[in-house]
């Protein structure tokens, strides 16, 4: 460690702790980095990591406290609405107690030297993570001071990025579809007529000079891909897949957008010519997989509307790829929907050919909807019972909701609703509502009540943080 430069400390703790596991030894070179380089904020951050891991938690809260005070410096002003510098967080945990000791010792940096957007932006993050486990989501308690923090920074900061995500995040939680949907009208707003403070602060050279502008086009149809398929989502969840279908399709058209500036995948193309389509895509996987992952959404909100035949088209992208361009996840995806799609206009021979195509990777935990969608179909009693007793066995590991969906899928119904009335959050009201999956129990008499008293506390906590029901 003596004979180290500065600059290689760095690097060795991160060896230590990513490659041979050595917390404490990993720990001794941050210690010493950080003394070196007492305002890099890349060091409290993997110092906090390694803390996180030695099971220090104390340590790894002033660790990111640390974080927050560097960040707040002038100097990175321009990494202010950055939110990879939020994303790079992921010291977060299950543990009520621990989210709020770290909540609150950001928050006491608020009203002091080091209050600046950065910090907002942190503090909203950690808040919108800490919702993910459904402990602050239906709390009012610990759910208004975060609204409240959301609301100070507009009023102090004006509507930016970051808080913009993070409100549109509280109201997903919330199940508040909506609301979540002005906030992506909003920011789609901003990609049409481009807001350089809104979207390119942290893009811009610290030199002043401007950013490429193949590159700020592509920044922006980065972001029309990203929120059209935020809105579309948002659309199919409460049953407007019109809507849906129209945002999907910009979604595809912003693809074509970026192909002609940086060669990424085209939709005219595909519409034409599979073949020519995949010449553009190359060795790119990660864009091929974008692709696929909205003609899939497309796919199914098609599928919902009744257009069967458009939905095929697109499911078939998935499914009719060749070997050497296709990835098993989408294949597997593509003929699950596929078979979904043909069960639904009462086609069951060709809706198990495909189910028992996604079952050939053996990937049992990621095919679970096909095996018991094909039991179903085949009224196989051995099968169905097998999945049965897989589901009691697992149900505690699955989300209420899904293990509800899933209950459902195998004619327990009053398994189904137990999970959704011991677990069922305020994000699932809006599908409750509108999803027609659950069109088999809307008569059902615990299912109303169920519905029904999920949204009187939707609408209590709403009260109480000053907010209108939509």
């Known amino acids: 460690m003596d004979s180290l430069h500065p600059d ?112 907002y932006n942190l503090l909203g993050y950690l808040g919108y993570c800490a919702m993910a486990y459904g402990d602050w989501s239906m709390d009012s308690s610990t759910l208004k001071p975060y609204f409240e923090m959301l609301k100070l920074q ?38 049409e007529e481009p807001d350089v403070d809104f979207f390119f602060s942290f893009y811009l050279p610290k030199d002043g000079s401007r950013i490429e502008v193949a590159y700020a086009y592509g920044i922006l149809n980065y972001m029309k891909m990203f929120y059209h398929k935020g809105r579309a989502m948002c659309y199919m969840s409460i049953g407007e897949t019109r809507r849906a279908i129209v945002d999907w399709l910009l979604v595809l058209d912003a693809h074509e957008r970026q192909r002609e500036i940086s060669g990424w995948i085209g939709n005219d193309e595909i519409m034409s010519d599979l073949e020519e389509a995949f010449a553009y895509v190359g060795e790119s996987t990660n864009l091929l997989e974008s692709f696929m992952e909205h003609s899939l959404g497309l796919g199914q909100a098609l599928e919902i509307d009744g257009n069967y035949e458009m939905a095929k088209f697109f499911y078939s992208f998935a499914v009719d790829l060749p070997d050497e361009v296709a990835m098993e996840d989408y294949r597997n995806e593509g003929n699950y929907q596929m078979g979904l799609l043909y069960f639904q206009m009462g086609r069951k021979r060709k809706a198990a050919k495909h189910f028992k195509e996604c079952l050939k990777s053996g990937e049992r935990a990621v095919f679970f909807d096909a095996e018991w969608t094909l039991a179903v179909i085949e009224k196989d ?35 189904a609703i137990k999970c959704l009335v011991d677990g069922a959050d305020f994000m699932a009201i809006p599908y409750l509502e509108h999803d027609p999956f659950w069109d088999g129990l809307r008569e059902d008499a615990d299912f109303k009540s169920l519905l029904a008293e999920l949204k009187a506390r939707r609408t209590e906590l709403l009260r109480q943080l000053g907010l209108q029901a939509e």
């Open 154 to 191: 507009e009023s102090k900061y004006g509507i930016s990025y970051c808080n913009m995500l993070n409100q549109m995040g509280l109201y997903q939680f919330l199940g508040l579809t909506q609301a979540t949907i002005h906030c992506l009208d909003l920011v789609l707003e901003k990609v």
């Open 381 to 415: 009693e051995m099968h169905q019972q097998e999945l049965k007793e897989w589901l009691n066995v697992n149900e505690k590991e699955l989300a209420a909701y899904d293990a509800a969906y899933y209950f459902l899928c195998v004619g327990e119904k009053e398994k």
């Open 8 to 119: 290689a400390l760095y690097d060795a703790a991160v060896y230590e702790a990513y490659v041979n596991e050595d917390y404490p030894e990993a720990l001794l070179y941050m210690d010493r980095y950080i003394r070196h380089y007492p305002d890099d904020y890349s060091g409290y951050l993997l110092r906090g990591d390694v803390n996180c891991w030695l099971g220090k938690k104390q340590e790894c809260i002033e660790d990111i406290v640390l974080y927050a005070k560097v960040l707040s410096n002038e100097e990175y002003s321009h990494l202010w609405e950055n939110f990879r510098i939020l994303e790079a967080i992921d010291i977060v945990s299950d543990s009520v107690e621990y989210m709020n000791l770290l909540y609150d010792s950001l928050s006491a940096l608020a009203g002091t030297r080091y209050e600046s957007p950065v910090l």
